[in-house]
C-alpha cells in the first residue's frame, strides 16, 4: 500500500525559508513522478512542480520558478520542496503526489494523472 506524508509545514515570514518533506512508502521502485501541489482557500488546486525519478527532469510553475526546489532522496524515499523567499500568495495546504507514469510529470500534467496524494501540510507566510 502506498501512502505519502507530508511534514515541515508551518509559519514563515517573507524572506525567510521552509523546507517541506514528503515521505513516500510502499513502492516497489524509485521510478515515478513526484509533485507538490497546493491549494489556497477558495481557490483551486495549482501544481507546484515535479520531478521525475534520477531528479534531472523537473518542472515549475512560473509562479514559484527561482524561489522553490524540488529534490528527492531516493535512498530513504523522500521528496523536498525547498521554499525560498516565500510570499504572502503562497500560503496554502501543500500536498505531495505520486503519478506512476512519466506524463504525470509533464509540464501540463493534471492532478488526475497523480495517483497517491497525501493529506497536506500547512504553510503559511506572513509579510
Known amino acids: 500500500q502506498v501512502e505519502l506524508k507530508e511534514s515541515g509545514g508551518g509559519s514563515v515570514q517573507t524572506g525567510g525559508s521552509l523546507r517541506l518533506s514528503c515521505s513516500v512508502s510502499?513502492?516497489?521502485?524509485?521510478?515515478?513522478?513526484a509533485g507538490w501541489w497546493r491549494q489556497a482557500p477558495g481557490k483551486e488546486r495549482e501544481k507546484v512542480g515535479t520531478i521525475w525519478t534520477d531528479g534531472a527532469y523537473t518542472n515549475y510553475a512560473d509562479s514559484v520558478k527561482g524561489r522553490f526546489t524540488i529534490s528527492r532522496d531516493n535512498t530513504d524515499n523522500i521528496v523536498y520542496l525547498q521554499m525560498n523567499s516565500p510570499k504572502p500568495e503562497d500560503t496554502a495546504m501543500y500536498y505531495c503526489?505520486?503519478?506512476?507514469?512519466?506524463?504525470?510529470?509533464?509540464?501540463?500534467?493534471?492532478?488526475?494523472?497523480?495517483?497517491?496524494w497525501g493529506q497536506g501540510t500547512q504553510v503559511t507566510v506572513s509579510s
Open positions: 503526489a505520486v503519478g506512476a507514469s512519466i506524463a504525470a510529470c509533464y509540464s501540463d500534467s493534471a492532478a488526475s494523472v497523480f495517483n497517491y
Open positions: 510502499g513502492f516497489t521502485s524509485s521510478r515515478y513522478c
